[in-house]
Each structure stands twice: as structure tokens, then as C-alpha cells.
Nanobody, 122 residues
Framework: QVQLVESGGGLVEAGGSLRLPCAGS????????MDWFRQAPGKGREFVAA????????YYADTVKGRFTITRENAKNTVYLQMSSLKPEDTTVYYC???????????????WGQGTQVTVSS
């Protein structure tokens, strides 16, 4: 019912910035909390950031706090991940996701995007 498409990935030098948009179609984003995850080959999924549906609150993983910012524009059905002060350790595939709720603090993901590759060179 919801399709998510990430873009904006690519190659960037350490210390640089990228903005990743995630555009949705189908059911409006306003029905969902929006999340960003990342997953490198051979590793598990890592939570990056979330923007709540109910309260407009944002949450960040400790590894990106102070460097990444999540925003959303419901009228455009788009969520963004603004990344700055990028490090080589940030290199991986980034996924946006629509969450229909939570179990405790863990989001219940209803839809995933296909992912976009971010590579940070040293």
C-alpha cells in the first residue's frame, strides 16, 4: 500500500554532508512514524533515526547524534535524513521505513524502501 524510494546516496569525503530523501506513494506519510536504518554487508540492521507520528518527536542512535537530522514534510510525502560530519564508519546502505507502531521502544516496520548506498572516503 506504501512504496518508499530512497535517493541521494553516493560517494562523499570524510567530513562532508549528504541529504537522503525518501519519497513515498500510496497512503500518506502522516499515518506512520518514519525511520531510517542502515545495514552493512554481514552485519545486522542498525537503527539510525526516527520521527514519530503521534508527537512529532525525533530519536537518534548514539553513533549519529549531533551529526544526523531527520525531518519530514508530510505534504510532500517525503522524509529526509540530513547527514553531516560524515565518517568512513558511516559507509553502508541506508533504508527508510514506515512504522505503524512500536513494541516498547522498538518500531514495528510496515514498509521498507529499497535502500541507497552511502560511501564515505577517507
Amino acid at each position: 500500500q506504501v512504496q518508499l524510494v530512497e535517493s541521494g546516496g553516493g560517494l562523499v569525503e570524510a567530513g562532508g554532508s549528504l541529504r537522503l530523501p525518501c519519497a513515498g506513494s500510496g497512503t500518506p506519510f502522516s499515518r506512520y512514524s518514519m525511520d531510517w536504518f542502515r545495514q552493512a554487508p554481514g552485519k545486522g540492521r542498525e537503527f539510525v533515526a526516527a520521527f514519530s507520528w503521534s508527537g512529532g518527536n525525533t530519536y537518534y542512535a548514539d553513533t549519529v547524534k549531533g551529526r544526523f537530522t531527520i525531518t519530514r514534510e508530510n505534504a510532500k510525502n517525503t522524509v529526509y535524513l540530513q547527514m553531516s560530519s560524515l565518517k568512513p564508519e558511516d559507509t553502508t546502505v541506508y533504508y527508510c521505513a514506515a512504522a505503524s507502531g512500536t513494541v516498547g521502544t522498538v518500531p514495528v516496520i510496515a514498509y521498507w524502501g529499497q535502500g541507497t548506498q552511502v560511501t564515505v572516503s577517507s
